[in-house]
């Protein structure tokens, strides 16, 4: 078990770039979950998916993030026509399907910067 | 609206002393799952506790225990004989069985000084 990883772990891009970040989940979790860390705040949830379908989404999700996971394993998070405003700390996360309230296994997280 | 809040931004302790960190949270269903996570500096996130709210006895992880207070909507980690090693920002979390998203709180950010 190596546990969530995620690259790159960090990104500077210019405004109006698209980026796109990359999650592997732990092996055997069929939950993956997106969420953004601006600075001072906790995290806030982005999406979540259960294999590969895409289950939920958060109105902080807007038309420029798109996230996929082909075949229920990595998972991606693109967005579009990078804003200043994008720049945060975009963490992924993995858990099992026992049911609502497992525990959540946290990558490093991707930083991105917008100039 | 589910809300978790942390009302403390900044803690501090000494080593080999007790802390109480404190979290209340809002939500009308009454069945939810409650955790803490630690966050080291530039390091990922890590579980710490967590807690079942239909689960009337307080969870514990070695040094870390909980006070769970369902009625006051109140979920305090407490830790024993602080460790140097336990700086860090802690944030509550809470999982409502309206969906399996964390909603966090904004942090408290623990110093713990020799």
């Known amino acids: 078990d190596t546990g969530v990883s995620q690259n790159p772990r960090h990104k500077i891009t210019k405004r109006g770039q698209n980026v796109t970040f990359r999650c592997d989940p732990i092996?055997?979790?069929?939950?993956l979950y997106w969420y953004r860390q601006t600075l001072g705040q906790g995290p806030e949830f982005l999406t979540y998916?259960?294999?590969?379908?895409?289950?939920?989404k958060s109105r902080l999700l807007s038309d420029r993030f798109s996230a996929e996971r082909p075949k229920g394993s990595f998972s991606t998070l693109e967005i579009q026509r990078t804003e200043q405003g994008d720049s945060a700390m975009y963490l992924c996360?993995?858990?099992?399907?026992?049911?609502?309230?497992?525990?959540?296994?946290f990558g490093p997280g991707t930083r991105l910067l917008v100039l | 609206a589910q809300t978790v809040t942390q009302s403390q931004p900044e803690m501090s302790v000494q080593e080999a002393e007790t802390v109480t960190l404190s979290c209340t949270y809002d939500?009308?269903?009454?069945?939810?799952?409650l955790f803490w996570y630690k966050q080291p500096p530039s390091r990922q996130m890590i579980l710490v506790i967590r807690?079942?709210?239909?689960?009337?006895q307080n969870a514990t992880e070695n040094r870390f225990s909980v006070n769970f207070q369902k009625a006051a909507k109140s979920f305090s980690l407490k830790i024993s004989d602080s460790q140097l090693g336990d700086a860090a920002m802690y944030f509550c979390?809470?999982?409502?069985?309206?969906?399996?998203?964390?909603?966090f709180g904004k942090g408290t950010s623990l110093l713990v000084t020799p």
């Open positions: 998916f259960q294999n590969e379908a895409q289950l939920e």
């Open positions: 092996s055997e979790h069929n939950r």
């Open positions: 996360a993995s858990s099992s399907t026992k049911g609502v309230g497992e525990t959540q296994y």
């Open positions: 939500t009308s269903e009454s069945d939810y799952y």
């Open positions: 979390a809470a999982c409502f069985n309206s969906g399996y998203a964390l909603n």
């Open positions: 807690q079942e709210a239909y689960k009337q």
